[in-house]
């Protein structure tokens, strides 16, 4: 017996695009990623895997996770030189119905889904609050937040550009760290410092800081050197990034009043997941001072699942159907 495929689900990011099909169970089916870089246009990436995965059975619907806001049914990529529009899915590919949904919006619609496999708790193991908000943020070419709103009708998601907000140091030695970053950006965002090329800046300006110099050349070779505990400098890199990480978390759940729990993605976390329980992270998601309390019993854990987005895209898929959520 042929599987039926009710609709394709797509994760575009600035460095991947994955693509997958989603059977009449939900469940997400032949994913595949694709180097961004190799293709001209999200089409492009689409036509190829129709081509090579869906043969002449077309999924009739399609839900795709983007990286960027979402306007008007149209998304131009924040670091990826593509745009496209859900009229433009429905018109090449003869869909019934498309739909853009924000990256970490899908995220966010696949946290509820989520099972103790697929992630890893980051500090004490907390319940959370029934019903509260939650929020999704990580860290990969750019900075991603969205929150999800939880009721008896439904989940809603609710995308954010968090990542553009300003960075705030929480120390005198982060305040060096802006002071440089602000001589070459102007204006230094979160996403600044929490991204693969913020955490190489964040390298060049404890270098600076530290009086040493500049031995890596990215900042895979910056990670990679202080996982190894080769570089001092580079694994006071790695524990900073999470430090602050956990401190922008902690903000973030404070402004969307995340109280059902913190979940963090993206592509550097999971390759840091052994300086993440350090306790930095968790230190700094706490240190709100007269809402310290506050925070200490938020839940806060790392998706490990590989497709989470994907997950979240199905999810959105059934509202294409007229189901709920």
Known sequence: M????????GDVGGTNARMALVDEAGRIRHPKTYPAKDYGSLSEVIGAYLETTAGRKVPTKAVIAVAGPVVDGEIEFTNLAW??????????????AAK???DFGAQAMACPLMEADDLRVIGPALKGVAGAPNVV?????GFGVAGLARSDRGDVPIPAEGGH??????????DQILARLRKVHGRVS???VLSGPGMYSLYKALADIRGQAVVHGDEKAVAAAGLAGKDPLALETLDRFCEILGSVAGDIALTYGARGGVFVSGGIAPRLIDRLMMGGFRRRFEDK????EYMADIPTALIIHPYAALVGAARALDTLEGSPI
């Not at 042929?2 to 689900?9: A, D, E, N, Q, R």
Request: proline share 2%; no cysteine.
């Open 289 to 292: 001072g007269r809402l310290a």
């Open 2 to 9: 042929k599987t039926h495929f009710i609709g394709l689900v």
């Open 83 to 96: 745009r496209i529009s859900e009229g433009e899915l429905v018109g090449t590919f003869e869909f019934e």
């Open 165 to 174: 907000a300003s960075f705030a140091p929480g120390d005198e030695l982060e």
């Open 137 to 141: 943020l990580g860290a990969g070419t």
């Open 190 to 192: 979160i996403e600044r």
């Open 100 to 102: 853009l949904l924000n």
